[in-house]
């Protein structure tokens, strides 16, 4: 029911013609910009338009769903696992707001992680949004409004992370930080050394050993490795296992010495060198 029209003056008015913009209080929802009110004289025909444009939109949602194939959705559901989510509750003090924060925040996301948005409101954050976000273990972000005193217990109780904010940009970095905390380690290869096998000694214990010089950098016990043979990689992956000099155990030897050394693999041959390297990670832009 309409409570009150207020019109540009800020005062109460009975009625609004075509063309005179005025404020309805007396909506128990929030509407989104372009929706039409219909006024009618009874609360049975109200409903009854209500009950009408519900049962369209399950109807359009219902054959959106029937049009996807179960192929496309294998593959969405593929794709998905493959994407880390933030999950996010928004409230904001005015439909406005609420809409170009959540429209930010789905643009920020990448092939490796996304925002989810559950939920986005108007009004003050309340103790349903608290159970919304710890179902999901989603922070509730709240843009010129305040959670209420239930609100408020219920998200010291549940853990749940509360953040305000005025200004949309500063929720939209931090949202941004967040996601980029989200993403995977990239590495980078950091070649260590390189040794020439020039002799080959069996043991019964450890297999065969690699009699070598290094030819540059250092040979690193426990390093990873790769072997080649006339310059082609034949084995990957590999780690050195072993590092002796002269007879002693080495944590690792230098460019120009000899030493002996095992790997994680045994088909070598003389001449092959070995390639040791080490995994850093990089810094994201």
Known sequence: KVRALINDKGERVDEAGPSVPVEVLGLDGTPAAGDVLNVVETEAQAREIADYRIQQTKDKRAAAGAATTLQELMAKAKA??????LPVVVKADVQGSAEAIVQA???????????????????AITESDICLA?????????????????????????????????????????????????????YEEVELGRAEIRAIFKSSKVGNIAGCLVQSGIMRRNAKARLLRDNVVVAEN?????????????TEVREGY????????????????????????????
């Open 80 to 85: 998905d696992e493959s994407v880390a989510e």
């Open 105 to 123: 925040l789905e643009k920020i996301g990448n092939d490796e992680v996304r925002v989810r948005v559950l939920h986005s409101g108007v009004g």
């Open 134 to 186: 710890e179902a999901s273990g989603a922070p509730v972000i709240g843009f010129n409004v305040r959670a209420n005193a239930p609100a408020r217990n219920s998200a010291s109780q549940k853990g749940v992370e509360i953040r305000y904010y005025s200004v949309i940009y500063q929720a939209i970095d931090e949202i941004e930080s967040a996601l980029k905390g989200m993403l995977k380690p990239i």
């Open 238 to 250: 590999l780690t050195v296992s072993s590092l002796k000099r002269e007879k002693d155990d080495a």
């Open 258 to 285: 000899e030493c002996g050394l095992t790997l994680t693999y045994s088909d070598i041959k003389v001449d092959d060198v070995i390639e040791t390297y080490e995994l850093r990670e990089k810094p994201r832009d």
